[in-house]
């Protein structure tokens, strides 16, 4: 599975794909493992204790802007940091390799059981991601997008790790099967399972963030492989 994807780009492209405001402060193109990026989640009650609309949101997005159809954009650490985890630097050992999310073990997953029960999914947008393509022999970077150009909504979990007054707001990918997937299954090294983020429709957004916990497995389908297109990387 693939370790970074692309954002958004122009910032515009926030509101008019998920009705959220554009980040107030540039992003950086690509977003790898323990980078900020930003989720989407269902706009959280004023009251609400984790304050993560004045830590996260406020930094991503206009405080003058409107919410949108019950959502906030959030900026927080590509790579989930679970809530049981001791410390900082244990943190940032771990975060590196929470960045994917089997959606088949999710439930039953130390790393993201809670989280995903605790109903915390979220939207990750981005243009494309990235796969190696192993079947020259050596490792060609390859940039998955839409046919169409648009951006995508992949699900995701975010989280909230305090300890010593420090605070990490993180968030990782749910992954889907990728082994019958007609273009996915190209991609990756050979002899290992074919894995895909899980791609969400545009009309399903809202339905995933509110979904219970319990419906909430019926959204990790693959992607349509006819909606997706792959290109060589000419260049980061």
């Known amino acids: 599975m693939s370790a970074y994807y692309e954002n958004l780009a122009p910032a515009?492209?926030?509101?008019?794909?998920?009705?959220?405001p554009a980040p107030v402060l540039p992003l950086a193109r690509h977003v790898w493992?323990?980078?900020?990026?930003?989720?989407?989640?269902?706009?959280?009650?004023?009251?609400?204790?984790?304050?993560?609309?004045?830590?996260?949101?406020a930094d991503a997005a206009s405080p003058e802007a409107p919410d949108h159809q019950g959502r906030e954009m959030v900026l927080?650490?590509?790579?989930?940091?679970?809530?049981?985890?001791?410390?900082a630097s244990d943190a940032k050992l771990?975060?590196?390799k929470l960045v994917n999310a089997r959606s088949e073990t999710v439930t039953t997953s130390t790393n993201f059981r809670?989280?995903?029960?605790?109903?915390q999914r979220c939207i990750v947008p981005m243009m494309s991601f990235n796969e190696d393509d192993w079947r020259s022999g050596k490792a060609v970077p390859t940039r998955i997008t839409r046919v169409d150009g648009k951006p995508m909504g992949v699900a995701g979990l975010w989280e909230r790790w305090a300890k010593d007054g420090q605070e990490i707001i993180s968030f990782a990918l749910l992954t889907v099967n990728a082994n019958s997937h007609a273009l996915l299954s190209r991609y990756q090294q050979g002899g290992n399972e074919k894995r895909m983020p899980a791609i969400l429709s545009e009309g399903a957004y809202d339905a995933w963030l509110n979904a219970r916990p319990e419906k909430a497995r019926e959204f990790m389908r693959a992607y349509p492989a006819n909606w997706l297109t792959a290109n060589p990387v000419q260049g980061r």
């Open 12 to 20: 515009t492209l926030y509101t008019d794909a998920f009705h959220v």
């Open 33 to 57: 493992p323990r980078q900020m990026g930003v989720f989407i989640r269902q706009l959280a009650m004023p009251a609400a204790a984790d304050g993560l609309a004045s830590s996260g949101a």
């Open 76 to 87: 927080g650490q590509f790579g989930l940091v679970p809530p049981w985890v001791k410390s």
């Open 94 to 96: 771990r975060s590196t």
């Open 114 to 119: 809670d989280t995903w029960l605790a109903g």
